[in-house]
Antibody
């Protein structure tokens, strides 16, 4: 099982970023895909999840309205789009797979992370 | 939301020592708690789920205990590769939340 994320991004405040997470080694629809934020030198904040089987999503309230998580079953790729970027969004964003599909929300494995830098 | 408080923030230990890390929840999370290990520049790695079940491939020196609001992760004999930051995470309530981490460093 492997999750490979897209490369680092540098964006200006107010812009939108879209990160991809391509999975391999298992059936895409057998899992949930989660996105997690890790700001520099900080801990983790859960952003949201997508069920690739039906596209259903759940978002952390803090990101609601600015984040869109999608899953493309034709390419086994999940996406996280974050809009109206501000400096506080500067962080590494990880995708992670949950093969329990919500039984115990275990994130295993994680992608390698994508650094998003928001700077004018 | 459920706040997870990990202690201590930093633990300085020697290889071979036994270490116990604590994770306290602001309200009961039953046994719905996971532990992760993160090394510098790397993605986190799942260690324990369901409070006490070791993930596939995790050495037996790692063990998790607890339920409700008090949880511990114990490393029975610290190896050089175990120096890292350890995070707990709860999945009993939305949103999913993480603790602030405990850094295990070489003494």
């Amino acid at each position: 099982v492997q999750l490979v994320q897209s490369g680092a991004e540098v964006k200006k405040p107010g812009a939108t970023v879209k990160i991809s997470c391509r999975i391999s080694g298992y059936t895409f629809t057998d899992s949930y895909i989660h996105w997690v934020q890790q700001a520099p030198g900080k801990g983790f904040e859960w952003v949201g999840l997508v069920d690739p089987e039906d596209g259903e999503t759940f978002y952390e309230e803090k990101f609601q309205g600015r984040v869109t998580i999608t899953a493309d079953t034709s390419t086994d790729t999940a996406y996280m789009e974050l809009s109206s970027l501000r400096s506080e969004d500067t962080a590494v964003y990880y995708c992670a797979t949950d093969l329990s599909r919500g039984v115990d929300y275990r994130f295993d494995p994680w992608g390698q992370g994508t650094l998003v830098t928001v700077s004018s | 939301e459920v706040v997870l408080t990990q202690s201590p923030a930093t633990l300085s230990v020697s290889p071979g020592e036994r270490v116990t890390l604590s994770c306290r929840a602001s309200q009961s999370v039953s046994s719905n708690l996971t532990w992760y290990q993160q090394k510098p520049g790397q993605a986190p790695r799942l260690l324990i789920h369901g409070a006490s079940t070791r993930a596939t491939g995790i050495p037996a020196r790692f063990s998790g205990r607890g339920s409700g609001t008090e949880f511990t992760l114990t490393i029975s004999s610290l190896q050089s590769e175990d120096f890292a930051i350890y995070y707990c995470q709860q999945y009993n309530n939305w949103p999913l939340t993480f603790g602030g981490g405990t850094k295990v460093e070489i003494k």
